[in-house]
């Protein structure tokens, strides 16, 4: 098939590698764009796994957490430039309908938004958002990143309805969010991992240990495949104000402090501009 400029462009966007690698890579998977990856993967020529997929859209992520700490809220409001953004009437805007949605994610914001389009002069949709509850015991947290570019919401269960209130716990949840904004996990743990993300990395890690003494490349696919997980896996990974310790090991050492069990449920993480 033939292969076109603005494919090989979108290839070295998507990993950094040379306009010659990239075609070639095309070629050889036929066009098709993530095969294409993963072979310049497997030949160590792509430099980077960029995300794709962003948008041109601008906006905020704004949240909503009861006062109770039971329920928490992430919403996506978008609107056409950066400046409008930053607007301070824009920002409670898209505070305002976090709330409404807490309260209720069915309420109908038609009207408020296309009041909002004509006070600001722009386009604004609300384009996606979710909620978030322990599922039982516990509490939520939320972090939203300088700009409310990134925003994260996590779960945090527990054996005891007590943690909801406790400081110690609210701001290891709070730490734990700022983490996941920071390093964007995939999943809590590795169970959660897509079995066809793992198929991929062993693939990868198969094709980079090529050559090597056969009793060595199951040794060196392992200690990939670890690598993989302590990367995208929230419970594995490096905790960012303590490398020494992982997620696990930090949630471990305050459940003891504060003696309640506690465990990370599930998070959100979104960002301006990503597919949902």
């Known amino acids: 098939m033939s292969i076109t400029k603005d494919s090989v462009m979108s290839l070295r966007e998507k990993t950094g590698a040379g306009l010659i690698d990239c075609k070639r890579a095309?070629?050889?998977?036929?066009?098709?764009?993530?095969?294409?990856?993963?072979?310049?993967r497997k030949k160590g020529v792509a430099t980077a796994a960029k995300k794709?997929?962003?948008s041109a859209s601008e906006g905020v992520i704004a949240q909503a957490i009861s006062s109770d700490r039971s329920k928490g809220m992430l919403v996506e409001v978008n609107c056409e430039t950066d400046f409008v953004a930053k607007n301070e009437d824009f920002v409670a805007f898209s505070t305002s309908i976090a709330s409404e949605l807490l309260d209720n994610p069915q309420v109908d914001l038609e009207e408020k938004r296309t009041e909002q389009v004509a006070k600001i002069g722009?386009?604004?949709q609300i384009s996606?958002?979710?909620?978030?509850s322990p599922s039982s015991s516990g509490l939520v947290e939320s972090y939203v990143h300088t700009g409310a570019k990134v925003?994260?919401?996590?779960?945090?269960g527990s054996d005891s309805a007590d943690v909801s209130g406790n400081d110690r716990v609210v701001s290891m949840a709070k730490d734990i969010c700022?983490?996941?904004?920071?390093?964007?996990?995939?999943?809590?743990?590795?169970?959660?991992?897509?079995?066809?993300?793992?198929?991929?990395?062993?693939?990868?890690?198969?094709?980079?240990?090529?050559?090597?003494p056969p009793q060595a490349?199951?040794?060196?696919?392992?200690?990939?495949?670890e690598k993989y997980y302590s990367g995208v896996c929230l419970l594995e990974q490096p905790f960012v104000k303590n490398p020494d310790q992982s997620i696990k090991q930090f949630v471990d050492e305050v459940a003891k402090e504060v003696n309640s069990s506690l465990q990370v449920e599930k998070f959100l993480r979104f960002q301006v501009g990503e597919k949902a």
Do not use: F
């Open 122 to 124: 722009e386009n604004i």
């Open 52 to 54: 794709s997929g962003r």
């Open 178 to 212: 700022m983490h996941i904004a920071a390093t964007s996990p995939v999943c809590v743990s590795r169970d959660e991992v897509p079995s066809e993300l793992v198929e991929k990395e062993t693939e990868i890690a198969h094709a980079q240990a090529e050559g090597k």
């Open 26 to 40: 095309l070629a050889e998977s036929n066009g098709d764009m993530d095969e294409a990856v993963s072979i310049l």
């Open 217 to 225: 490349i199951e040794k060196i696919v392992t200690g990939k495949l």
């Open 128 to 132: 996606r958002s979710e909620t978030l």
């Open 151 to 156: 925003a994260v919401l996590l779960s945090i």
